[in-house]
């Protein structure tokens, strides 16, 4: 199907484990972004990526790994995660049409607990 | 100061009233405004972007943008139960590439 897509939806791991979380769109969109978005904070940008082989931090990048080989994916490596890192991740794409557009279209979330 | 301010609410309206929501911005250099839609345990769903000044309405949605105050606001008339939700808006420059930056959101109640 067309769009974006997360995997897994949830995930429950241990602290101190690593933990990657997929994304794949099928838009050819250029950029990609994950968030994370916890109460009270709304949702603050981890690292986003302009294009393949390019990436680049957000607001809250500490103890967060991507990278980007192709365009339609978006990994994110929790390389050692901590309790509070426990959250719901978005990733999101965009792209430019006509110069101003880059609205942002957002998959379905991974809810991720870390004990 | 936060770059994007929102009144968390909850915001309550009857049914078939309009809910007005509203979102300040501090950075004079931004030039794109979308709000989205957030329903609860989903994630956000684009239902209105703005680039220039005045009035945008697709259907019972109205987007009014003010750039000399700062201010966006989305206009839902004749509310639903099914507009019950919690309303981001983000606000976007081109120097940051496509980058938002999102306020926490207002969430909306609609009594039947």
């Known amino acids: 199907d067309a769009g974006i897509t997360q995997s897994p939806r949830y995930k429950i791991t241990e602290t101190g484990r690593q933990v990657t979380l997929m994304c794949h769109q099928t838009w050819s969109h250029s950029y990609m972004f994950w968030y994370r978005q916890d109460l009270g904070h709304g949702l603050r940008l981890i690292y986003y990526s302009a294009a393949a082989d390019i990436t680049d931090k957000g607001e809250v990048p500490d103890g967060y790994v991507v990278s980007r080989s192709k365009t339609e994916n978006f990994p994110l490596t929790l390389e050692s995660a901590t309790r509070s890192q426990t959250s719901v991740y978005f990733c999101?794409?965009?792209?430019?049409?006509?110069?101003?557009?880059?609205?942002?279209?957002f998959g379905p979330g991974t809810r991720l607990t870390v004990t | 100061q936060k770059e994007v301010e929102q009144n968390s609410g909850p915001l309550s309206v009857p049914e078939g009233a309009i809910a007005s929501l509203n979102c300040t911005y501090s950075d004079r250099g931004s030039q794109s405004f979308f709000w989205y839609r957030q329903y609860s345990g989903k994630s956000p769903e684009l239902i209105m972007f703005i680039y220039s000044n005045g009035d945008k309405e697709d259907g019972r949605f109205t987007a009014q943008l003010n750039k000399a105050s700062q201010y966006v606001s989305l206009l839902i008339r004749d509310s639903q139960p099914s507009d019950s939700a919690t309303y981001l808006c983000a606000v976007g420059k081109k120097s940051s590439g496509d980058k938002l930056t999102f306020g926490t959101g207002t969430r909306l109640a609609v009594r039947p």
């Open positions: 999101a794409s965009s792209d430019r049409r006509g110069g101003g557009d880059y609205e942002q279209y």
